[in-house]
Structures are given as C-alpha cells and as structure tokens.
Nanobody
Framework: QVLLVESGGGLVQPGESLRLSCTASGGINGYNIDYYNMAWFRQDPGKEREFVAGITWGGREYSADSVKDRFSISREVAKNTLYLQMHNLKPEDTAVYYC????????????????WGQGTQVTVTS
C-alpha cells in the first residue's frame, strides 16, 4: 500500500479552524504509519513548498515558526491517519497542503520524503 489521501481543506474566514486528514489505507508497504516519519508541507503558486509540521516514528513533534501555537500535528495509528489541527487561520496560511512519509533524513527537509499525497486546498479570506 503506497497511497496517501488528504482531505479536510476548504474556504474559511480569518480566525476560523480546520482539521486536515491524511489516510494511508491499509498502511504503507504493509506497515502502520508509525513506522515512518510523517509531515505536512504547503505550497502557494509561484512559491517553494515549505515545511509546516512533522512527527517522527517515535512520536516527537516539530512545527515551523510560522504556525507555532496555532497548528498541531497528531496521528491515529489504528486508523493509519495523520492530522493537522489548524486554529486561528490567517490569509497567509492559504496554500495547497500535502502530507508526506519518509524512512530517512531530517524531518524538516523536503528531500527526505519519498511518498506524497495529492494535496488539499486551504483558502483563508474575508
């Protein structure tokens, strides 16, 4: 099983909340998601893809300075699902959000990730 599917994006006003989900149905190559480092990245048109938040196979959490105290990453291993809880959304958070899985490398580095989902659009505007 080598498929990640994101969901939960949408159009919201500043200050509102969204929860993004990334599901690996049946696991990843026969393993549950806690066998991998997992992360969320985001990208606006014309800009580079940037790290948002990540969680190691052991459960240690990391987040970018731009989302600290507003976003949190979590997982439900029994459902092979990764979450991104987003509160107090700002227009600057508008982007396509991607989840990714890695067996190696620095958790914040885009080059560490070998498996990516298709992305889900988050738009924050008044």
């Amino acid at each position: 099983q080598v498929l990640l599917v994101e969901s939960g994006g949408g159009l919201v006003q500043p200050g509102e909340s969204l929860r993004l989900s990334c599901t690996a149905s049946g696991g990843i190559n026969g393993y549950n998601i806690d066998y991998y480092n997992m992360a969320w990245f985001r990208q606006d048109p014309g800009k580079e893809r940037e790290f948002v938040a990540g969680i190691t196979w052991g459960g240690r959490e990391y987040s970018a300075d731009s989302v600290k105290d507003r976003f949190s990453i979590s997982r439900e291993v029994a459902k092979n699902t990764l979450y991104l809880q987003m509160h107090n959304l700002k227009p600057e958070d508008t982007a396509v959000y991607y989840c990714a899985a890695s067996t190696r490398g620095a958790i914040i580095s885009i080059t560490s990730y070998e498996l990516w989902g298709q992305g889900t659009q988050v738009t924050v505007t008044s």
